[in-house]
């Protein structure tokens, strides 16, 4: 699809790559794009139209799909950091990031769904991880999240490819937000990510992955990840 004169929804727009997507989506000729946070008040991007919206609140989330019925581009990009072990006693931290990462997103592709297949088809971009094919000991639970997100998004592909809905999923290491604020590796510029994403968007693609970390990391996943571990435990 073309991204000039589409009609964007971004989850999570207020900052990071949720405010780049945004950005750059005007850049680019979007007619007109909703930035959607919770706090619709915390949106700064000039030339947006802010909108209230916890994905992990269905009601809202069905809400929404009824005022925005001329959407033609999802973003799913709202996510939280997740930063607790799987096994850390007493959390409902794997809950939690399920309920964003997973139903969350299900819930607005399922909402949304409708309105593309109304307007033409349109597309979905399902902003996922590295880490939805590794685990690292910091980050067990986000990846467990990233993972089932990895294949939410290779179901609703086969689901919604009558309607001529493109959905594509959006790989990345660590981009530089506030979410990444604690890792002193490379960063990428949300800028080029947002710029990536779109362009995959443009050409058709199922799956974008960002960063040759990401290639990398994708391709470790065919050999034995014992080896691949061992490769890279010293760099986190």
Request: no cysteine.
């Amino acid at each position: 699809m073309n991204i000039d004169g589409s009609i964007a929804l971004v989850t999570g727009a207020n900052r990071g790559l949720g405010r780049a997507f945004a950005a750059h989506l005007l850049e680019r000729g979007a007619t007109k794009v909703y930035a959607a946070a919770r706090r619709p008040e915390a949106v700064d991007l000039p030339g947006v139209e802010p909108v209230r919206l916890d994905i992990t609140d269905p009601a809202r989330v069905a809400e929404l799909a009824g005022e925005l019925g001329d959407v033609t581009l999802l973003i799913n990009n709202a996510g939280t950091s997740a930063g607790v072990r799987l096994l850390d006693a007493g959390s409902d931290g794997l809950r939690d990031a399920l309920g964003t990462h997973l139903f969350g997103s299900l819930d607005t592709a399922r909402a949304f769904a409708p309105v593309l297949a109304r307007n033409g088809g349109g597309a979905i971009v399902n902003v996922l991880s590295a880490l939805s094919w590794l685990a690292l000991p910091s980050a067990t639970t986000y990846h467990v999240a990233k993972a089932a997100e990895w294949g939410l998004t290779n179901g609703l592909r086969l689901e919604l490819l009558d309607q001529g809905t493109l959905v594509t999923g959006l790989h990345l290491g660590a981009a530089d937000t506030d979410m990444t604020g604690d890792y002193d590796g490379p960063k990428l510029d949300p800028a080029d990510v947002a710029r990536a994403a779109l362009d995959g968007v443009e050409a058709g693609a199922w799956e974008v992955l960002a960063d040759d970390w990401s290639a990398q990391v994708k391709a470790a996943l065919a050999g034995d990840p014992r080896d691949f571990h061992a490769a890279i435990a010293g760099m986190f």
